[in-house]
């Protein structure tokens, strides 16, 4: 147990070292039942059709070199030829058709595998927002929920059923490492299981057209052993500690008077608007504004000074603070965790 | 019977008879008379240059597109000018380049390939270019003006709806779509009608050529999927402007009734683009392997078996949004099936090329290059129609990667060797073998370098519409090659339009069947009079040219002092009667110019469809006024 725990820590900081501070975002990296079916797929149909692909273009290639007789007449015809050539079309054909058979029953197959349920899933609901995603978990014995943005632990070999919403647009929930994608429509619930084999940090994107900041509009998906996930639930399930520092208590008192809190909540404290991200536990998350930045004081307080810049058209209104204001807000946020 | 014809062309040798019938079917000079033409052959120029005037814009759209990707997180364009680009890029080429220039082909060609004096119903085609400019013309103005479409071509709604496209924008897409429809309806009840009741005698259905039974599917397949679209982007319109609710969920609408209407249209557009394509390439590859195209009845069936199954695959393009997963493997299966039909017909071109005798000018090299790429485009549509592969490369640059595939390699390859082909016949002058290698070599390498990597940008997962990507992501090398390569790309159709404007003027003199070609469009001068052919052929073969090497059977009768041509029967094509064809009028162009003006206007207040009808309905009045003249002598 102690050994797999370093592993996958030691994995997480590869995976951070390698790629940045996000981690995973491809279907040919593959760490999830569902993706790694996929992968097998994809390969499988790869394969056969670059073979037929091949033998397509070296007949081609033969039908263009080969000798022929000289011959002027374009009518004049060869029966035995015709015949000839009619059979070949016509096994070509019945080959086509046995492939593509074969496909059909392949992914019909691989559909049916990864649509299998489990009984014992996890549950966490997810909800698309211009640009950025609310996640939601459910304690199924008390009734509580904890809220936290872009950002969704899981436990490592337990398949998590994700119930996808959307507040405005349409969205797709797309973390290839792990599964494929689905869409989170306005009016419906749709829904996706995923499942990580090992830990990680699997980063995922929307994949579906939802406005002007669909290209930052990030999440990180970290699977975690289920006892560091447990731990981690229960800080979640915390109310915002109380700042110990002075700096962090002012940038509280600011947080709660400007206009911030009006759109952002902090379990705890008086603020609890629900337009923007729960902010309650924001500095224990890796990134900012959707995957924009990782989790620094000097992000936060790029962020908030300016978001308008950094993420052209989000929703986030540029609030007039001054220097200290700034630094006296972003030391609260970082003292989040 | 009315009274008989003072003179038929029977009574006239042919220089006098070359007068009378250029007296009869000219169009008046003068800007008047530009305007007033109903000559399929003036109008289907215009249309073909046109079309590709917005092709060489989207190029550039594309480039700007190119430019800002190169880099991660450049700031060359911003998100919304980005996002405009896009969605002109893809409206654009769809809208008013793929679909128009393959009908624009079509009005200029099938008229001769079937050996007949016009198009049926001239003054709607004259109306239809109107409208295709028009519509062209509101994109575009509106794009300059900083209003452009920012929702994506297929401008899913509740992002283009009341709630979040604030502005014109998404009425402006939505009203476009309505200007284009208009045009490519009315070009496709024009060949629907040209191909089924003005063949030439003897034309019977299975000595059509494959060009023109492609034209005929293609234009069934837009009356059938362009009413979809133009109910879905109306009912955009009303919730955008008098608030229906067809799409809201809060009030009983529904979003993915959207999706449902836009791909059932925009599925068959594909093919509505396709199918053309295949009919140049069987055209094409026929005329340069030196024998008629292997297995005609199998490519006949082979386009209407697309055409039909083109309307059960729409959903492969919704299989993440939630659709039972039972439901949507019927799509994958119908969606793979389609490889049959398209296989049928790259093994008949093989064989094809296998028993003729090719020469490799530029038209055949575009369909070799044809082959190579539309195969790898067949290959993922495979691979895209599984519903499991989808929910991994759906909304990627994988799929932006394959339909690149399809219509580029698929439909502007052939097109572009139809350019080459067919130049000759509308302008008399030849294109340059020489650029038309080096277009050829430029475009085809240039192409499979920019397309190709996105296959695997799209599995590393890069999702699609992103005006950019974090430093971070392993997608900056290819993205940059990407770039690069797209030069090479370009500069090839920067070669290709450089000759074809050199060559107007300066290309050698083509003659009139400089490739020694089976059809009917070959047995007329280049270009082509008036009144396309100084005497109506009969057809008593496949190959008339081919099979006839002397000269052309030809039929006489028919007035020379009006435009008279030869209704034939729909299956046998046994001539039935002689019709008089409509004279030139403005009054089309003034239709399409009230029509414009009600159309744009009712993006700004419904009461548009009020006012706005009575310009259209007097400019109808004066359209349909009684001639005179009799209509039909059996």
């Known amino acids: 147990m102690r050994a797999q725990n370093l592993r996958g820590a030691l994995c997480a900081v590869l995976v951070s070292t390698l790629t940045g501070c996000t981690g995973l975002q491809s279907a040919l990296d593959v760490h999830g039942g569902p993706a790694i079916q996929l992968y097998q797929l994809i390969m499988l149909v790869t394969v056969v059709c670059t073979a037929v692909w091949i033998l397509v273009v070296a007949t081609m290639l033969r039908a263009i070199w080969r000798r022929r007789d000289r011959r002027d007449d374009p009518l004049l015809r060869d029966p035995a030829m015709e015949r000839r050539m009619g059979l070949a079309v016509l096994g070509a054909v019945i080959a086509t058709a046995i492939i593509i058979a074969g496909f059909t029953a392949a992914s019909f197959l691989t559909t049916r595998a990864i649509g299998l349920a489990s009984a014992d899933a996890l549950s966490i609901r997810v909800r698309g927002l211009q640009w950025w995603w609310e996640v939601t978990y459910l304690d199924a014995t008390t009734g509580a929920t904890v809220t936290t943005a872009n950002e969704i632990h899981i436990p490592v070999g337990r398949n998590v059923r994700l119930e996808l919403e959307s507040a405005d647009v349409i969205h797709s929930f797309w973390v290839p490492s792990l599964a494929g994608k689905q869409d989170l429509v306005p009016g419906r619930h749709n829904g996706l299981t995923i499942r990580a084999e090992r830990p990680g940090v699997y980063r995922g994107q929307c994949a579906e057209f939802c406005g002007l900041q669909h290209a930052h509009m990030a999440l990180l998906v970290i699977a975690e052993e289920p006892a560091d996930f447990a731990n981690w639930l229960a800080a979640q399930s915390r109310q915002a500690s109380i700042p110990a520092e002075a700096e962090a208590a002012a940038g509280q008192q600011l947080f709660l008077s400007r206009p911030c809190a009006s759109c952002h909540a902090i379990r705890g404290t008086s603020a609890a608007g629900t337009a923007g991200p729960d902010l309650t536990h924001v500095g224990s998350r890796r990134t900012i504004g959707a995957g924009l930045f990782e989790t620094t004081r000097g992000s936060l307080a790029a962020w908030i000074a300016d978001p308008q810049t950094l993420k052209p058209g989000n929703n986030m209104p540029m609030v007039p603070l001054s220097g200290d204001e700034l630094r006296a807000i972003s030391a609260y946020m970082a003292s989040l965790r | ?634």
């Open chain 2, 1 to 634: 019977m009315t009274q008989r014809p003072t003179t038929t062309d029977a009574d006239l040798d042919n220089s006098v008879l070359a007068d009378r019938l250029e007296r009869t079917w000219r169009t008046p000079k003068g800007f008047w008379g530009a305007l007033s033409t109903v000559d399929h052959k003036i109008i289907g120029r215009r249309y073909i240059i046109t079309a590709f005037v917005f092709l060489a814009l989207g190029g550039i759209l594309a480039a700007l597109m190119r430019l800002q990707l190169a880099q991660p997180e450049a700031r060359v364009i911003g998100p919304d000018r980005y996002n405009q680009i896009f969605t002109m890029h893809g409206t654009n080429m769809m809208f008013l380049f793929a679909v128009p220039v393959m009908e624009a082909i079509g009005v200029y060609l099938v008229p001769l390939m079937v050996g007949t004096r016009n198009i049926a119903f001239p003054r709607l085609n004259a109306f239809s270019y109107w409208m295709f400019l028009a519509g062209g013309a509101l994109l575009w103005i509106a794009f300059a003006l900083d209003m452009g479409p920012d929702v994506g071509w297929f401008a899913y709604v509740p992002l283009s709806g009341p709630q979040y496209g604030a502005g014109k924008r998404a009425d402006i897409w939505a009203q476009m779509i309505t200007f284009t429809e208009v045009s490519a309806l009315a070009v496709s009840v024009e060949i629907i009608v040209t191909v089924f009741k003005q063949r030439a005698p003897g034309m019977s259905l299975d000595r059509i050529p494959l060009f023109v039974w492609s034209l005929l599917v293609t234009s069934f397949l837009v009356v059938v999927a362009m009413p979809s679209i133009m109910i879905a982007s109306t009912c955009l319109i009303l919730d955008r402007l008098i608030g229906t609710h067809f799409f809201n969920p809060a009030e009983g609408g529904d979003v993915l009734l959207w999706q449902h209407l836009f791909w059932f249209f925009g599925h068959p557009e594909v093919y509505i683009i396709f199918l053309p394509a295949v009919g140049m390439v069987s055209t094409i590859v026929a005329t340069f392997a030196r024998r008629p195209v292997f297995g005609y009845l199998a490519l006949v069936m082979a386009l209407i078996a697309t055409g039909i199954l083109a309307f059960g695959l729409w959903v492969h393009h919704m299989f993440v949004a939630g659709l039972p997963r039972l439901g949507e493997s019927f799509f994958t299966a119908s969606s793979m099936a389609i490889a049959i039909p398209a296989g049928i017909q790259i093994f008949c071109w093989l064989a094809t090329l296998w028993d003729g005798r090719p020469s490799f000018k530029t038209p055949l090299l575009f369909v070799i290059g044809f082959i190579v790429t539309f195969v790898i485009g067949g290959m993922t549509g495979v691979m895209v129609a599984s519903v499991p592969i989808d929910t991994q490369v759906h909304d990627t640059y994988f799929v932006v990667a394959h339909f690149h595939y399809v219509l580029v390699g698929g439909a502007v390859f052939p097109l572009l060797g139809a350019i080459y082909y067919w130049y000759p016949k509308i302008t008399g002058r030849m294109l340059s073998e020489r650029l038309g290698q080096w277009a050829f070599w430029l475009v085809f390498v240039g192409f499979n370098l920019t397309f190709f990597p996105m296959h695997i940008l799209g599995l590393q997962g890069m999702p699609r519409r992103v005006y950019t990507y974090q430093p971070e992501m392993p997608w900056h090398g290819l993205n940059l090659f990407v770039s690069i390569s797209s030069l090479i790309l370009m500069s090839g159709f920067l070669v290709f339009f450089i000759d074809v404007i050199h060559s107007a003027r300066r290309g050698l003199p083509a003659g009139p069947n400089p490739w020694a070609a089976p059809t009917l469009e070959w047995a007329t001068s280049s270009p082509p009079p008036s009144y396309n052919f100084l005497r109506l052929p009969i057809v008593r073969g496949s190959n008339p040219l081919w099979e006839e090497t002397e000269s052309l059977t030809v039929g006489g009768g028919l007035s020379v002092d009006r435009r008279e041509f030869i209704v034939s029967s729909v299956v046998e094509a046994r001539p039935e009667a002689r019709e008089t064809s409509p004279g030139d009028s403005i009054w089309p162009f003034w239709t399409a110019i009230a029509s414009s003006v009600m159309l744009t206007w009712s993006i700004f207040s419904p009461w548009a469809v009020v006012w706005g009808s009575i310009p259209v309905a007097i400019a109808l009045v004066g359209w349909f006024w009684p001639k005179g003249t009799p209509e039909e002598e059996a």
